[in-house]
C-alpha cells in the first residue's frame, strides 16, 4: 500500500514559508513510489501565483477564509484533521517554526499519532528516526507504532534539491464550518512588533557572549553576519547582560540551532551553550582565552582579542566575496 | 482560578548522562526540577496571588517516587498535589495521556481555567507534552508565552514568533507551556519547607497507560569533542571556509 502525505504549507505575508518548502520537497521525494500520494494545506491568505513555488504532483488545498498565522491553531488543527480522515493520510509534515511547533503536539494528541522532531534522518513516516536527546550528549532512536505519525521537520536535515516538471492542483477549502468550532478560542492578536529572521531558521549564525564587551560590540558581528546571509545570535550571558534580546539566546534555555555554519565570538563555551549548537555543521571559535571549553567543539579557532579580530575576518571574508 | 501546573524532573545540567550497554545510564545523576517548570509554578503562584480564591494543583507523571520534586512546588507556593505513579512513560504520548487522565478525574465536572507547563524538558527536549495535553484535554493550547497577565474572564499573553512578539488573548480553559523570561521563580527558605510538609500530596497508581508511540530503538553516546584547527590569523581562516564552501562564490 502507498504512504499518502499531508504537508502543512505556513502562508507568512501571503508567500509559504521558506521551511514549508524544504518540507514539501523532502515527502515529494520520499512519495517517489507510484502508489505514493501528496497533499498540501495552507490557511491565510495568498499572493497571487503563491503556490506557484511548488513542484510536483498532488493537490494543495488552500483555505483562504481563514485568517492567517496566529488566528487559531484549533481550527487549523481541524482542518488537517478532516483532510487527513478524508484521504487516509498516513503521514503530516510540518515545518519547525513558531507554529509548526505549537500544531504538531496539538494534531498528535487529538489523533493519537507518533510525534517524530528534531530528527537527524528520516527515512519516512514508518522508519526509525534519531534525534539529540539529553543536552546533545546521546543520540536515540525511536519508531513511531501508530497509523498516522507526525513529523516535526527542523534544519537538522539537509534541505532537499528537488525538480520536477510537474505542478500540484490547487484546490479551494472551506474553513468556514472549521472557524467556530466549539472548543475554539479567540486568539486575538493584539499587537505585532519588531521583525527579523528567526535564527532558528538561519543557515549561518555569528554569535556572542559576554566577550564580546558592550552592545555596541555586536555590531562588527551584525556586520559579519550580513556578509554570510546570516543572523545575530547571543549567549545566555549577553542576554542576561541585556546586552542582546532573549530572542537571540542560543543554548539550553534559548533555541537550539542546526546551521550549516556558527560562528561564536567572545563565548566561552559552558555546557549550557554547546547543548544548542550540537547540530551545528562547522563551529569556528574566536576567544582570547586559548583554554576556552568552545575550542573543544569548534572545528576552526582563532585565539585572539574579537575586537581586533573580528575586523580582519570581515576585511577577509569581503574580500574573498567580491574577487572575480 | 483554578490552575494546574504540570512539573517533571530532569538530570541536573552539570552531571553527564552516560551510555552503558545499550542504555542510558541515569544511576549517577542528581535530579532538579525542570527549570521551565520553575516558571510554570512561579507564574500559577503569582497568579494565585494575584487573583483571590485561587488555588494551584502541582502534578507530576513518574514512574518512580516524585515526592520530593512536589515538595519543591508547594515550598514555593502550591496548595496540593498529586503524584502520579505510572508503570511506562516511555514517551512524551504517555506522559501527556497520564497528566490528561488524572485532570479529566479530577476535575470531572469541569476542566481546570489553566494548565501550566514548561516549555520543554531539558532532558528529551520534545516539547511536544503541552499541547499534546491540551489536543487530550480538548482546549486550546498556546506557548511558549514570555508574560501572562490574567483577569478571571480573559489572558492575555504574549510569545515569541519568527516575526517578533505577538500579543494575544485568549479565553479559559487553556494550556499554556512557560519560556525562560516569563518571571524569575522565587527562592525557598527554611519556613516555606516546613509549611509545605503540612500540604497535601495524593499518589495516584496508573497501572495501565496507553501504550507508547514511539519505541526506542537504541542510543549511542555522542562526544561534542571536535579537533580544532588553529588559524594564524583571520585570511587564513577566511580561507579555511571558503575550501569548506562556507563562503558564496565571489561575484563577477
Not at chain 1, 109 to 126: I, K, N, Q, V
Not at chain 1, 304 to 309: N, Q, Y
Request: glycine share 10%; net charge negative.
Amino acid at each position: 500500500m502507498g504512504q499518502y502525505y499531508l504537508v502543512y504549507l505556513e502562508l507568512r505575508n501571503g508567500a509559504i514559508a521558506k521551511s514549508s518548502i524544504d518540507v514539501w520537497n523532502r515527502f515529494q521525494e520520499l512519495a517517489a513510489c507510484i502508489d505514493d500520494r501528496m497533499y498540501g494545506f495552507a490557511a491565510g491568505p495568498a499572493a497571487e501565483g503563491a503556490f506557484d513555488v511548488l513542484q510536483g504532483n498532488g493537490t494543495i488545498y488552500h483555505a483562504a477564509g481563514s485568517r492567517s498565522g496566529s488566528a487559531s491553531d484549533v481550527a487549523v488543527c481541524a482542518m488537517l484533521e478532516e483532510l487527513a480522515c478524508r484521504h487516509g493520510v498516513t503521514g503530516i509534515a510540518l515545518a519547525s517554526t513558531a507554529m509548526g511547533r505549537r500544531l504538531a503536539p496539538l494534531l498528535s494528541g487529538r489523533l493519537r499519532a507518533a510525534l517524530l522532531s528534531g530528527c537527524r534522518e528520516f527515512g519516512g513516516p514508518d522508519e526509525a528516526c534519531s534525534r539529540f536527546i539529553h543536552s546533545g550528549s546521546v543520540i536515540a532512536s525511536y519508531m513511531p507504532a501508530s497509523a498516522i505519525t507526525v513529523f516535526l521537520q527542523g534544519r537538522e536535515l539537509v534541505s532537499p534539491d528537488f525538480c520536477a516538471a510537474e505542478r500540484p492542483q490547487i484546490e479551494v477549502f472551506d474553513a468556514a464550518p472549521y472557524l467556530d468550532a466549539g472548543i475554539d478560542v479567540l486568539f486575538r492578536p493584539v499587537m505585532h512588533s519588531s521583525q527579523g529572521r528567526d535564527i532558528a531558521e538561519a543557515s549561518v549564525i555569528v554569535a556572542g557572549g559576554r566577550g564580546m564587551g558592550s552592545p555596541e560590540a555586536f555590531g562588527l558581528l551584525e556586520e559579519l553576519a550580513a556578509l554570510f546571509g546570516g543572523s545575530v545570535g547571543a549567549s545566555r550571558s549577553a542576554v542576561d547582560e541585556g546586552w542582546r534580546p532573549h530572542g537571540e539566546q542560543i543554548g539550553q534555555t534559548g533555541k537550539r540551532v542546526a546551521p550549516d555554519l556558527y560562528i561564536a565570538c567572545g563565548i566561552s563555551g559552558a555546557l549550557q551553550h554547546l547543548a544548542g549548537i550540537a547540530a551545528a555543521r562547522i563551529v569556528v571559535a574566536v576567544n582570547s582565552d586559548p583554554d576556552a571549553p568552545i575550542f573543544g567543539a569548534a572545528d576552526y579557532g582563532i585565539v585572539g582579542d574579537v575586537r581586533i579580530v573580528l575586523p580582519e575576518l570581515i576585511a577577509a571574508v569581503r574580500d574573498l566575496l567580491t574577487k572575480k | 482560578m483554578r490552575i494546574v501546573v504540570c512539573i517533571c524532573q530532569v538530570p541536573d545540567i552539570a552531571s553527564v548522562v552516560t551510555v552503558v550497554d545499550g542504555r542510558i545510564d541515569l544511576s549517577r545523576l542528581s535530579w532538579v526540577m525542570n527549570p521551565y517548570d520553575e516558571y510554570a509554578v512561579e507564574e500559577a503562584v503569582r497568579l494565585k496571588e494575584l487573583l483571590p480564591g485561587s488555588e494551584v494543583t502541582v502534578m507530576t507523571a513518574t514512574e518512580e517516587s516524585g515526592r520530593d520534586l512536589l515538595r519543591k512546588a508547594l515550598a514555593m507556593g502550591a496548595d496540593r498535589a498529586f503524584e502520579l505513579l505510572s508503570s511506562s512513560l516511555e514517551d512524551s504520548f504517555q506522559i501527556a495521556s497520564v497528566l490528561s487522565g488524572a485532570i479529566r478525574e479530577r476535575y470531572a465536572d469541569a476542566l481546570p481555567d489553566l494548565v501550566l507547563c514548561g516549555r520543554e524538558s531539558f532532558d528529551h527536549q520534545n516539547a511536544a507534552v503541552p499541547a499534546m495535553l491540551a489536543g487530550m484535554l480538548g482546549i486550546a493550547f498556546t506557548g511558549p508565552v514570555t508574560a501572562i497577565s490574567a483577569s478571571g474572564e480573559i489572558v492575555e499573553f504574549e510569545r515569541e514568533t519568527e516575526s517578533g512578539i505577538e500579543c494575544l488573548q485568549a479565553a479559559y480553559p487553556l494550556v499554556v507551556s512557560a519560556e525562560k523570561g516569563l518571571n524569575i521563580p522565587r527562592k525557598t527558605g527554611i519556613r516555606q519547607v516546613m509549611e509545605a510538609r503540612k500540604k497535601p500530596i495524593e499518589t495516584i497508581s496508573v497501572s495501565q497507560p496507553p501504550a507508547s508511540l514511539l519505541r526506542l530503538q537504541g542510543v549511542v553516546p555522542v562526544s561534542a569533542e571536535k579537533n580544532c584547527r588553529f588559524a594564524i590569523n583571520a585570511r587564513e581562516l577566511a580561507g579555511l571556509l571558503l575550501r569548506d564552501g562556507c563562503i558564496p562564490k565571489g561575484e563577477e
